[in-house]
């Protein structure tokens, strides 16, 4: 079975610019969460997606947004640039939404804003 | 402070020793305990899933669980050189909106 796919691996921004990343879960799932992992802060938290719905959302401003398309696919945009959202976005995908349904990582998207 | 607390290391010991990770954590609602792995450049893989409380095995990973102290721990016997990356530890509660609190990560390395 095809694990979580995020596309692309490593992106080169300027500030104020606007990026999507895109993430295929494996298949049959039906939830993505997206977080942000930083050497300081670890991993946060974003958003979840199930059914196309944003059924939770972390403590990120505005500028961070998402979607999720009716086969699963799931995309996250930001707008505006800033440096500090040098990260790596990490995509996770489970076959529910349910607080205890484990979560399968992709190898995430390397963003780097200059 | 934050959460969960996970010392960041790093960790390098000798290749068959046991090693030992811990987190501690605040929030006592939490009960679904998880710890994952990270190899470089890559997203994180999940090892070990326990609910409340207890021991759980599996092979060479032991990860054992303490609510009343609010402390969870990763063992791993026979440590080998394909066990070095970050490991993170995660949990959740069952009412919050966060899927998942992660630990910032312990970086291990095993030494031939």
């Known amino acids: 079975k095809a694990g979580v796919t995020q596309t692309p691996r490593y992106l080169i921004k300027t500030r104020g610019q606007q990026v999507t990343l895109s993430c295929s879960p494996i298949?049959?799932?039906?939830?993505v969460s997206w977080y942000q992992q930083t050497p300081g802060q670890g991993l946060q938290f974003l958003f979840e997606y199930f059914s196309e719905t944003q059924r939770n959302k972390g403590n990120f401003p505005g500028r961070f947004s998402g979607r999720q398309f009716s086969n699963s696919r799931s995309e996250m945009n930001v707008s505006t640039l800033e440096l500090g959202d040098s990260a790596l976005y990490l995509c996770?995908?489970?076959?529910?939404?349910?607080?205890?349904?484990?979560?399968?990582f992709g190898n995430g998207t390397r963003l780097t804003v200059t | 402070q934050k959460e969960v607390e996970q010392d960041p290391g790093p960790l390098s010991v000798p290749e068959g020793a046991i090693v030992s990770l811990n987190c501690t954590y605040s929030?006592?609602?939490?009960?679904?305990f998880m710890w994952y792995r990270q190899y470089s450049r890559k997203g994180p893989e999940l090892l070990m899933y326990t609910y409340s409380s207890g021991n759980k095995e599996d092979g060479r990973f032991t990860a054992q669980v303490d609510k009343s102290s609010k402390y969870i721990s990763l063992f791993i016997r026979d440590s080998q050189p394909s066990d070095s990356a970050t490991y993170l530890c995660?949990?959740?509660?069952?009412?919050?909106?966060?899927?998942?609190?992660f630990g910032t990560g312990t970086r291990l390395t095993i030494i031939p």
């Open positions: 995660a949990m959740n509660s069952n009412f919050g909106n966060e899927k998942l609190t």
């Open positions: 298949s049959g799932h039906r939830s």
């Open positions: 996770a995908s489970s076959p529910s939404s349910s607080y205890n349904s484990p979560l399968h």
């Open positions: 929030n006592s609602a939490f009960q679904y």
